[in-house]
């Protein structure tokens, strides 16, 4: 089944700019990079030459390389043993802009990777790189040719190529943030936000929704992907015990996000606690920061930051977990036993912050989205946006119901906040103050506007 995804768009931008650097494509396992890049490969270019290094084909290209970077002394030095490792590989290889090569699991060789210098520079065709645990990257072998890298994420499906899934995009595109258009258009969208919030974006999960209609089978589908996770990631480390890290910290992270709390003073200590209790003996700080940086670099969990009464000079970085798909969200809060309400709020709240993680750094102020806790009142804001368009602040409330937002109000009536949004799951929008608190549908986050005074 084919899904269209909106990088697809970036790919083609990428193309026709051709800035001679190589793309960096990163993304968790599972989430359809391969899948887009050949299709993107084999509809754009008269030669696409494709190298797994996690494969036979990587090994073959080795052995190519090998043979063409051979030399006896008192023999000339071949003058471009990359591209005639091409040609070994594959004899129709041309080094023209007709031709691209794409490189898959490319953190399984230091080797290739350090080859991307030469490709930007040395090469007139195009040149992708990917996998899946580029945090592998990081180790001291791996040479990081940033001036020669332009970089791209693939997430899980977003609710917008969810919607076009279920025949719903072109509504979404459309449709008033407000309440402006049909009732029936908002309805369609609300039933898809909440399959969406059920599922989440991962293809495979929804491949298995469309064949069953079962929740059950996605939940199946959700834990088979993290356990592939789970073995695969043991390749990269060293001690068991940190391998073991993982399950229980999936868990830990779900209980603080059930905690309703300003943030921790230390997240990892916190954090500890939560998972481990009596064996705190058995495993150190050191394994748990490297797991969590392994889930972070996997492109499985990442961090917010709080704000301190919505002052963008005031930030305490890392200060809250979020998973990075929604339907992981959803799978592992229901299993740290939050009932029913609890687990939608979180996973509401987990969307939109993957709202505002995808506008960033480009929109928006900061590392990683913020929350912020309000000192007056002793109350959180959900997230709070120093806008880099116009400058203003902007807050933001999630509510799955229609329950009044009371820290928001305090921040806008204290002139802490500029503007404020409430992201409601049932209402279809609608504008108070004079257009400085907006109401607007949960499922239209991606689509609200930072730049008001612009």
Same mark, same amino acid.
């Given at each position: 089944?084919?899904?269209?995804?909106?990088?697809?768009?970036?790919?083609?931008?990428?193309?026709?700019?051709?800035?001679?650097?190589?793309?960096?494509?990163?993304? !968790? +396992?599972?989430?359809?990079?391969?899948?887009?890049?050949?299709?993107? &490969?084999?509809?754009?270019?008269?030669?696409?030459? *494709?190298?797994?290094?996690?494969?036979?084909?990587?090994?073959?290209?080795?052995?190519?390389?090998?043979?063409?970077?051979?030399?006896? #002394?008192?023999? #000339? @030095?071949?003058?471009?043993?990359?591209?005639? &490792?091409?040609?070994?590989?594959?004899?129709?290889?041309? %080094?023209?802009?007709?031709?691209?090569?794409?490189?898959?699991?490319?953190?399984?060789?230091?080797?290739?990777?350090?080859?991307?210098?030469?490709?930007?520079?040395?090469?007139?065709? *195009?040149?992708?790189?990917?996998?899946?645990?580029?945090?592998?990257?990081?180790?001291?072998? $791996?040479?990081?040719?940033?001036?020669?890298?332009?970089?791209?994420?693939?997430?899980?499906?977003? $609710?917008?190529?969810?919607?076009?899934?279920?025949?719903?995009?072109?509504?979404?595109?459309?449709? %008033?943030?407000?309440?402006?258009? %049909?009732?029936?258009?908002?309805?369609?969208?609300?039933?898809?936000?909440?399959?969406?919030?059920?599922?989440?974006?991962? #293809?495979?999960?929804?491949?298995?929704?469309?064949?069953?209609?079962?929740?059950?089978?996605?939940?199946?589908?959700?834990?088979?992907?993290?356990?592939?996770?789970?073995?695969?990631?043991?390749?990269?480390?060293?001690?068991?015990?940190?391998?073991?890290?993982?399950?229980?910290? $999936?868990?830990?992270?779900?209980?603080?996000?059930? +905690?309703?709390?300003?943030?921790?003073?230390?997240?990892?200590?916190?954090?500890?606690?939560?998972?481990?209790?009596?064996?705190?003996?058995?495993?150190?700080?050191? @394994?748990?920061?490297?797991?969590?940086?392994?889930? +972070? !670099?996997?492109?499985?969990?990442? *961090?917010?930051?709080?704000?301190?009464?919505?002052?963008?000079?005031?930030?305490?970085?890392?200060?809250?977990?979020?998973?990075?798909?929604?339907?992981?969200?959803?799978?592992?809060?229901?299993?740290?036993?939050? %009932?029913?309400?609890?687990?939608?709020?979180?996973?509401?709240?987990?969307?939109? *912050?993957?709202?505002?993680?995808?506008? @960033?750094? +480009?929109?928006?102020?900061?590392?990683? #989205?913020?929350?912020?806790?309000?000192?007056?009142?002793?109350?959180?804001?959900?997230?709070?946006?120093?806008?880099?368009?116009?400058?203003?602040?902007?807050?933001?409330?999630?509510?799955?119901?229609?329950?009044?937002?009371?820290?928001?109000? &305090?921040?806008?009536?204290?002139?802490?906040?500029?503007?404020?949004?409430?992201?409601?799951?049932?209402?279809?929008?609608?504008? &108070?103050?004079?257009?400085?608190?907006?109401?607007?549908?949960?499922?239209?986050?991606?689509?609200?506007?930072?730049?008001?005074?612009?």
């Amino acid at each position: 089944m084919d899904f269209k995804r909106d990088i697809y768009k970036r790919l083609l931008e990428w193309k026709n700019d051709y800035t001679g650097k190589v793309l960096e494509v990163s993304g !968790a +396992r599972q989430v359809g990079k391969t899948y887009i890049l050949k299709k993107f &490969a084999n509809e754009n270019f008269k030669h696409a030459i *494709y190298i797994n290094m996690a494969e036979l084909t990587g090994e073959r290209f080795i052995m190519c390389l090998d043979e063409a970077e051979y030399w006896e #002394p008192g023999t #000339p @030095m071949r003058e471009k043993p990359v591209h005639e &490792a091409l040609r070994l590989f594959y004899q129709e290889f041309e %080094d023209t802009r007709d031709s691209i090569i794409i490189i898959d699991e490319i953190q399984e060789s230091s080797r290739i990777y350090n080859l991307i210098r030469t490709f930007a520079r040395e090469f007139s065709c *195009y040149v992708i790189v990917t996998g899946s645990y580029l945090g592998r990257l990081l180790a001291k072998e $791996f040479f990081l040719p940033a001036g020669d890298l332009e970089s791209v994420t693939l997430e899980t499906l977003t $609710f917008a190529e969810f919607a076009e899934v279920f025949g719903q995009r072109e509504i979404y595109d459309s449709v %008033d943030l407000f309440g402006g258009a %049909d009732a029936k258009q908002y309805e369609a969208l609300k039933e898809c936000y909440d399959l969406y919030q059920r599922i989440g974006g991962y #293809p495979s999960v929804i491949k298995v929704y469309l064949e069953y209609k079962s929740y059950e089978r996605c939940d199946e589908e959700l834990a088979r992907l993290m356990g592939i996770f789970t073995n695969e990631s043991k390749r990269y480390f060293d001690d068991v015990m940190e391998t073991e890290t993982f399950e229980k910290l $999936f868990h830990g992270i779900a209980v603080t996000l059930i +905690r309703e709390k300003q943030g921790v003073r230390d997240l990892v200590e916190d954090l500890s606690k939560i998972v481990y209790k009596g064996e705190s003996g058995r495993f150190t700080k050191k @394994m748990i920061n490297h797991a969590i940086g392994w889930l +972070r !670099a996997s492109h499985i969990i990442a *961090y917010a930051s709080k704000s301190i009464d919505c002052d963008y000079l005031n930030i305490k970085e890392n200060s809250r977990f979020y998973f990075l798909d929604v339907g992981i969200a959803q799978y592992f809060v229901k299993r740290a036993g939050a %009932d029913e309400t609890t687990v939608k709020s979180i996973v509401a709240e987990n969307f939109v *912050y993957l709202t505002l993680l995808r506008r @960033m750094p +480009r929109e928006i102020a900061g590392n990683a #989205p913020w929350f912020a806790f309000f000192e007056k009142t002793k109350g959180e804001l959900d997230f709070y946006v120093r806008s880099l368009m116009d400058n203003k602040n902007y807050g933001i409330e999630v509510k799955s119901t229609d329950a009044q937002a009371k820290t928001a109000r &305090a921040l806008f009536d204290a002139r802490k906040l500029d503007y404020v949004y409430y992201l409601k799951g049932g209402s279809n929008g609608g504008i &108070a103050e004079g257009g400085r608190i907006m109401t607007v549908p949960i499922y239209l986050a991606d689509r609200i506007s930072f730049d008001l005074e612009k």
